[in-house]
Every structure is written in structure tokens, then in C-alpha cells.
């Protein structure tokens, strides 16, 4: 039998399907792809709590649609995405490595030497989907910091398990983790 888990997101209901981590730890699959509605919604109330910023980035690959919206209602025209694979036309990349907890083995994250230039000296928002470990969020912030950016705040929509008790998150809501029976832990 499936179990979920239902969350009120900046006032929209949304049943998260449980999923295993390991034996015995569950997370809530939040997805927002192909979700307009909540990514619309999302975007807007972040937007009300972000910080002064210049530029906005995110990790590929989930937290594309919120920083696009994000960059979008903000009146803006350019976001910067953090790639996990060096892409062709990419020049002079720069590089970290990252361990996320969705992601079974290491990964790197990569900016295009352009990007890194434009980010020099600018105030830049780091944008994720969910933050749970932290671990995404970091590697963004070396890449920005290598690049001679100023983070100017992190935000997500969810904070995942402990990662609400963090006082450098802005988020809009807590979801927990689970044990293999659905309760929350």
C-alpha cells in the first residue's frame, strides 16, 4: 500500500508519495515539475521574503522552474543554473563536488566561466526546491563564492527534516522525514 504525505504549500494542498531512503527513513517526494500552479504560487511567496539580490541560481535539475519563475515575476531576464555535467559549449568551467541525500553517489555541479564572470561581485540568491542536508546548497555557494559572488541569502520552499532549524534558510514550509510506517520522525 502506497502512503503519502499531505503538506499545505503557500495555501495549496499537495499529497507527497513516501519513498525509501534506506530501511527504516522515508522522505516526501516533492516534485514541482509539471506542477504550474505551485511553482507560480511558490515563486511569488519566496519572492516576498528574498533578500536584496542581483542574480539568482540553482542546481540542476528540480530547482529550474522555480528559479526561471522566480527570475520572471521579478521582472528580470537571467538566472544562472549550476549543471551537473560539463556541456560542450561550456568554456573554462569551474567545478565542486556534491553529495545530495536523493543522489546515491557523489556529483559535481558546473558553471560556465561566463556565468562565474557575470556572478563577480554580485549579490546572488541561491534558489532550491527542497533543502534537506544541505549539501546542494553549499556546493552552489562554493561555486558562487569561487566565482567572487556574495550570497546574498538561500532560499527553498521546503526545508526538509532538520534543516528548519537552520537560521540561513528562508523557506515556506517544514517537511518532515518519515519512518517506514508513515509517521512523521
Known amino acids: 500500500m502506497d502512503k503519502y504525505y499531505e503538506i499545505q504549500i503557500a495555501g495549496l494542498k499537495r499529497k507527497l508519495p513516501l519513498c525509501p531512503i534506506s530501511n527504516d527513513l522515508y522522505i516526501g517526494a516533492f516534485i514541482l515539475f509539471g506542477d504550474v ?3 507560480v504560487t511558490c515563486a511569488k ?3 516576498k ?7 539568482m541560481i540553482t542546481a540542476e535539475s528540480k530547482g529550474i522552474p522555480l ?19 560539463a556541456k560542450l559549449y561550456m568554456k573554462d568551467v569551474v ?5 545530495s541525500i536523493t543522489t546515491e553517489k557523489r556529483q559535481m555541479l558546473f558553471i560556465d566561466r561566463n556565468d562565474a564572470e557575470y556572478m563577480k561581485g554580485k549579490r546572488v540568491l541561491i534558489v532550491d526546491d527542497v533543502i534537506s542536508t544541505g549539501e546542494s546548497v553549499k556546493a552552489v555557494e562554493k561555486l558562487v563564492q ?9 532560499m527553498t520552499i ?4 532538520d534543516a528548519n532549524k537552520r537560521d540561513d534558510i ?6 518532515p522525514l518519515f519512518d517506514k510506517n508513515g509517521n512523521a520522525i
Not at 49 to 55: F, G, I, Q, R, T
Not at 158 to 161: C, D, P
Request: proline share 2%; aromatic share 8%; charged share 30%.
Open 67 to 85: 528559479v526561471y519563475e522566480m527570475t520572471k515575476q521579478a521582472g528580470l531576464n537571467k538566472y544562472l543554473l549550476a549543471r551537473k555535467s
Open 170 to 175: 528562508i523557506y515556506l514550509e517544514h517537511l
Open 95 to 99: 567545478k565542486v563536488e556534491v553529495q
Open 146 to 154: 569561487d566565482s567572487g559572488g556574495i550570497v546574498a541569502g538561500r
Open 45 to 47: 511567496e519566496l519572492l
Open 158 to 161: 521546503l526545508a526538509e527534516g
Open 37 to 39: 500552479e505551485l511553482t
Open 49 to 55: 521574503k528574498a533578500p536584496e539580490y542581483d542574480v
